[in-house]
């Protein structure tokens, strides 16, 4: 382990080299680098291809007509070609630049993906070899020395060869087999490139490369002009230190600090003016900033505003997102005429993640000893909803402002208000957490690493940290983003493997993680942030001491547990389905960060993909897109992929009726979506446990469900297919997210129910459960089979309260539990945390219960009726002969949305009106004649 006089060190320098990107002043100009003309050329010199900047050698040689679209088919087996060379971006002569020898002229790339060499005029400039970083050359004497305009070439090697190279080489450390197991592509852990890129369990593995990020060249005066790199903005509480708890009567801290490049004269002055974002003339503060400082490249400086003059910012249904506009002014000493100024959107809110013990006055009040794991938002705990996102697509340049915002849309209407940015794919660009801040959706954030173990050699950590100083820097105004994790399943996976495989090598493995992820990482962010809360990885066991004088600053709890205490957050993944919907079996918690179960795509997705030869369950193509289990390596790996396909099959088998129509194609479109109610109903289940562990003596406060979104058209765990089409599960989720739910809790073997009301808000709710038993033709069965009709309920704030208890074989009277299906509605009248002492709101949430597994219902045709009315723009549906349960209402491809209800129960003679969120339509209006609607019986048909 390296002393922290050396970290300290290597800390200076880096925080230096930490940059982004935005607004400059003064007459600095800029040339875009998307307004040259490119070509991308192959190693072999036999493909050239025009270029687009940003971009990747993929999407160039597809939009060129040299390959298809890399997502389709077998591509992910048959573009490896593409990998394995290298690829060069080629600019025409850029002309337009000032050889003036008192201009200094200065190349910056967003992002490269990923080993390139730079060369300006043919000379090399710069070798980057870290996706994450921004990476700027001064090229004014490459400039100088160009006989004619200069020419721009990046050569980006092809990756899995360097890091084949890598691995070979005796230098690196060898890790067992087990710690480092690839999923296509092995040795990811050397490079600092997007992990899934080398394939995951849920996607492709590209291993794409090229300039991915905006990239310009830059010339300043050397007589003082300025361009502005990267800016940390850090509103705190005064005295907040990142992991404890912020006084919230404390005045708050703005602390501006700008990377540039560019002189910056001694004795510069800073001034500050924060606006309402949507209001320039409502100033919030305007003054000189404090305590300056400033080195070659950054300016620092800070001032203190009134505890309470700030409008706080809160997350989507617990406040408003109050933003505010800061602008940054850096002036030379005596000048009033600003030489660099930066403009950030920021709220003001403190977003705490708790992980250290449990205290006694929590013990007091009935929470079981152990850790804490969960959020506060402003000095509040709160019940963080959602799901992990992974990146939604391959290559990250095609992904449009569009396309996320859509993904909002589905994120919102989930009732969502957390999404965690899983680690590895990339940190996400500034737009993408404008989204979030503007809509009031946290980013549990992560550093990108997952899955293996990491080397803490100098050459790698010093990358590492210019990494993570350049991304806290750039992210850390954001309102939205709610804490850094270094990486994914590090304590509770990788380090249990590790130590399983090589006990005598543990104690160095252990050590080399708390170098790089403790001592490192958490210094770099203590050093940028005093407002966001680390912890090293998700999925551990809190922490028991945090002290930056101590030789590793957050000592870890690791296993150091006593049986019948309650620690950190919960991982639950269980493939055996015989057991999926016993509550018993699942992890009794603080916080649920990862669960699920793959499901299939709709065959409209499929259809995007897969040529319509191969469209039905066991095709070659369909099984080998499925990547769980993993290849292990790059062969095309049918057995893995078949074990995925099994337990879908079998879960299928087991609980819902197995589909067998004559059309395969229809034979496979139902299989598809049995997939997808299984998956539905089991998250359910486990949401419905979690949210009830939060009155509990768990204190359960948050589930984010694995996972949101899909990278391409395949089987995983995804809630929203490629294209953001919804599978059943976020209709499903969207219910159970709901802020106040009845949920009926089934002990199978013992033929127990229970129903439980669970609450999420900060205020004690009243309201009215009703009970319906009927039959599946829809009569009511005789005396409510002998459950009351109604009960009315109070449950306290984050809690929860049981209502029903009963034995489904001696308490009620249900004549054949295969025709019954309990109807579940509630009603709720309460307050929206934050809301106006005056404003109530009506909560309302549906539920059904049947007491047999779906294939043993006896469920008739309902007989569905579907209408669309042109003016109301809504649907109606309506069940005419029978219970239509899992109702199911498709749109055709071509437009992109989502109904306002899908997969509910209708009981004969209800109509159930469902409008649409269009997102996109393609078909010209006419996607509302094809509508159609089905139900669990459609399952069962030939
Ligand atoms: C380019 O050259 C390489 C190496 O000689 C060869 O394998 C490949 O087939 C060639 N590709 C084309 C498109 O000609
Ligand atoms: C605040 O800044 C954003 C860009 O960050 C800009 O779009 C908006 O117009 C600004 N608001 C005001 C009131 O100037
Ligand atoms: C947390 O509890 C552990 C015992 O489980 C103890 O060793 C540690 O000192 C406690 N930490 C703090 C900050 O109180
Ligand atoms: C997948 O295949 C690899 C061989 O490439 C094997 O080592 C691994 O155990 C398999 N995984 C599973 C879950 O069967
Ligand atoms: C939840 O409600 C129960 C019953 O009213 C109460 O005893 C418990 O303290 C509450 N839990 C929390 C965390 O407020």
């Keep these: 382990m390296r002393s922290m006089r050396a970290l300290s060190l290597s800390l200076s320098i880096f925080a230096g080299a930490a940059v982004a990107t935005t607004e400059s002043t003064g007459k600095a100009s800029i040339h875009d680098l998307a307004l040259q003309k490119w070509t991308v050329t192959n190693e072999y010199g036999n493909i050239t291809v025009p270029g687009k900047f940003p971009s990747q050698a993929h999407l160039d040689l597809h939009a060129a007509g040299v390959i298809g679209e890399s997502n389709n088919g077998l591509n992910d087996f048959d573009l490896r070609w593409i990998a394995a060379q290298n690829w060069t971006y080629t600019s025409k002569p850029i002309s337009g630049l000032s050889k003036h020898s008192d201009i200094a002229t200065w190349l910056v790339f967003d992002g490269l993906d990923t080993y390139a060499t730079v060369k300006f005029c043919d000379h090399i ?29 990046i050569n980006f090697g092809s990756v899995p060869r360097i890091i084949n190279a890598i691995n070979a080489s005796d230098e690196v450390q060898h890790w067992p087999a087990s710690v480092v197991y690839p999923f296509e592509y092995p040795n990811r852990q050397w490079v600092r490139k997007e992990q899934n890129d080398f394939g995951w369990d849920w996607g492709p593995a590209f291993s794409p490369v090229g300039p991915w990020q905006p990239g310009r060249i830059v010339q300043l005066s050397k007589g003082g002009e300025l361009y502005s790199l990267n800016t940390d903005i850090d509103i705190f509480r005064k005295g907040q230190f990142n992991n404890f708890a912020p006084d919230q009567t404390a005045p708050w801290v703005v602390n501006a600090s700008l990377d540039f490049l560019g002189t910056l004269p001694k004795h510069a002055s800073m001034s500050v003016i924060i606006t309402d974002a949507s209001d320039s003339r409502s100033v919030l503060y305007s003054g000189k900033l404090e305590g300056v400082t400033q080195s070659d490249m950054t300016v620092t400086g800070s001032v203190t505003i009134d505890a309470h003059k700030p409008k706080l910012w809160w997350p989507r249904d617990m406040g408003n997102q109050q933003l ?4 940054v002014s850096v002036s030379s000493a005596g000048s009033k005429t600003p030489i660099l100024v930066s403009q950030r959107r920021v709220g003001f809110r403190t977003i705490l993640f708790s992980s250290g013990n449990i205290t006694d006055a929590q013990i007091a009040s009935g929470i079981t000893p152990g850790n804490n794991w969960h959020f506060e938002i402003n000095g509040h705990e709160f019940y963080a909803k959602g799901a992990n996102l992974i990146p939604p697509d391959a290559f990250w340049p095609r992904v449009t402002s569009d396309r996320m915002n859509r993904l909002f849309d589905s994120v919102e209407s989930q009732n969502f208000n957390m999404l965690r940015v899983w ?97 490192t990482l958490f210094n770099v962010l203590a050093a940028n942030s005093h407002s966001i809360s680390y912890s090293p990885c998700s999925a551990n066991n809190g922490w028991l001491e945090i002290d930056l004088d101590l030789p590793v600053p957050i000592v870890e709890r ?138 509990l003596p768990e204190r359960q406060l948050g589930s984010l469900y694995w996972q949101l979104n899909d990278i391409w058209q395949a089987p995983t765990w995804a809630g929203l297919e490629y294209d953001g089409r919804w599978k059943v599960l976020p209709y499903v989720s969207r219910r159970t997210y709901e802020h106040v739910i009845a949920s009926a809790f089934w002990n199978y073997t013992a033929n127990e129910l229970e129903i439980w009301v669970t609450s999420d808000l900060w205020e004690p709710v009243a309201g009215e459960v009703s009970l319906t038993w009927v039959d599946l033709k829809g009569k009511p069965i005789a005396n409510n089979a002998g459950m009351t009709k ?140 094809q509508v159609t609607v089905e139900s669990l019986w459609d399952l069962t048909t030939p």
């Design 324 to 327: 505010y506009n800061i602008t």
């Design 423 to 519: 680690s590895s794919g990339t940190y996400l660009p500034d737009w993408i957490y404008d989204i979030a801040d503007e809509r009031g959706v946290l980013l549990w954030s992560e550093f990108q690493f997952s899955d293996t173990l990491y080397p803490d050699s100098d050459d790698f950590k010093a990358n590492v940290v210019g990494e993570i100083t350049y991304n806290v820097r750039r992210l850390n105004h954001h309102a939205s983003l709610a804490c850094w994790m270094g990486g994914n399943e590090f304590e509770n996976l990788m380090l249990p493997i590790a130590q399983g495989a090589d006990p005598a090598t543990y104690p160095y493995v252990l050590g080399q993680y708390e170098n790089l992820f403790i001592t």
């Design 558 to 695: 690791y296993y150091n547990t006593t049986s019948g205490h309650i620690y950190g957050d919960t991982d639950f993944y269980n493939y055996d389905t015989s057991v999926s919907f016993d509550t018993s079996a699942y992890p009794v918690g603080r916080f649920a960060n990862e669960f699920g179960f793959i499901s299939m795509p709709s065959i409209q997705t499929w259809q995007q993909a897969v040529d319509p030869e191969e469209l039905s369950f066991n095709s070659t193509t369909v099984i080998l897109r499925n990547h769980h289990y993993p290849a292990g390596g790059l062969t095309r790996n049918i057995h893995n992929s078949t074990l995925g396909q099994v337990e879908m099959t079998l879960a299928v088998e087991r609980y819902y009726p197995t589909p067998d129509k004559t059309d395969p194609v229809a034979n496979f479109s139902s299989w598809c979506h049995a997939t997808q109610l299984f998956q539905a109903d089991m998250y359910k289940s486990e949401i419905q446990f979690y949210r009830r562990g939060s009155g």
């Design 125 to 153: 400039v710069g070798t980057p070899d870290n996706q994450f970083r921004q990476w700027f050359y001064d090229v004014s004497s490459a400039l100088a020395s160009c006989k004619s305009d200069p020419v721009l070439s």
């Design 790 to 929: 109604s009960t009315k309920f109070n449950v306290g704030a984050i809690n929860t309260t049981q209502i029903i208890t009963a034995n489904i074989q001696s308490d009620l009277k249900i004549p054949d539990t295969s025709d019954a299906v309990l109807v579940i509605e509630l009603t709720a009248h309460g307050k929206l945390p934050n809301a106006a002492s005056s404003k109530t709101t009506t909560f309302t949430h549906h539920n059904h219960f049947l007491p047999v597994w779906p294939n043993q219902a006896k469920v008739s045709d309902p007989k569905l009726h579907l209408s669309y009315n042109k003016s109301t723009k809504k649907f109606t549906v309506e069940a005419t002969a029978g219970v239509s349960l899992y109702t199911w209402l498709t749109h055709p491809a071509g437009v992109l949305g989502f109904f306002d209800d899908n997969a509910f129960v209708l009981r004969p003679g209800e109509k159930k009106e469902v409008g649409f969120t269009l997102q996109q339509d393609t078909t010209g209006g006419k996607w509302t004649e």
